[in-house]
């Protein structure tokens, strides 16, 4: 079913759950009735509050669509601008990871209508339950753990942050590939954490999808809401931001919508494409 909501929400909406970057990029003023507003830079939020509101009503799973126009604050570059229109695809009410897979395999159709195959784009898929356990494991105190996932986030990007955090956050941006990954929860007693991950990985290949996609422990996803598998789909070469980014966020309808419901979803922006 597809959805819209308002343009102009309450500044609170985003800076709640947002996280740092995404509040750092708000257009936000005070309106006449001296209430602060923001213009979305986002639809998850919004989702979350009409979720919440109408959750009783809503047979489950829910499955919404929507093509925003959203609006950030920063520096325009190549395959980013202040404005831009969105498609926004979410599930919710579903836990398992066949709807992790689900979320994925439609981005990856997406683009398989456009004409693109899996030696043009690759689906790049993290877990941070899996991130998590891995650091733990490591020596990074759970204070510190949304550092080092800024880290990670930035590691292709900026690769001289990765460098100055020490070996500790670099051996896991290393790991590549689903054996590797299985192996280092293993060496840190946690194979289970990982069954997630592994089942999502395994439905994509049974759909003929798996050429698609690779399991890369740098993908993080720059939003502080997101609790479980996430993923972002990239050309090939490289040349270009991020195409399509997502991830389950179990937890936020709670948090802004007051109904405790699992949830994931992605989007996909006009300028990239």
Known sequence: MEYDGPP??????????????????????????ERR?????????TLARMVGARAQALKKPIRW????????????????LREHFQLNMDLIGEAGPLADAELIAAAIDILRGFGFGPQDVKARVSDRRVLRVLL??????????????RVLDKAE????????????IAEVAALRGLPAVRDALTKARAADVGEPLIESINALSAMGLGDFVEVDLTIVRGLAYYTGIVFELF???????????GGRYDGLLKTLGGVDLPALGFGMGDVVL
């Open 37 to 45: 507003v923001a213009l979305r830079p986002e639809m998850t939020p």
């Open 235 to 245: 050309d090939t070469g490289k040349s270009l931001r991020a195409i399509c980014g």
């Open 136 to 149: 733990l494991a490591r020596g990074v105190p759970e204070a510190e753990l949304p550092v080092a996932f």
């Open 65 to 80: 669509f929507s093509i925003p126009q959203l609006f950030r604050y920063e520096r325009q570059q190549r395959g980013r």
């Open 8 to 33: 102009l929400e309450p500044l609170e909406l985003y800076t709640q759950k947002s996280g740092d970057e995404i509040v750092g990029q708000l257009y936000e003023f005070t309106d006449k009735g």
């Open 157 to 168: 990007r900026e690769p001289r942050v990765l460098e100055q955090t020490g070996s500790t």
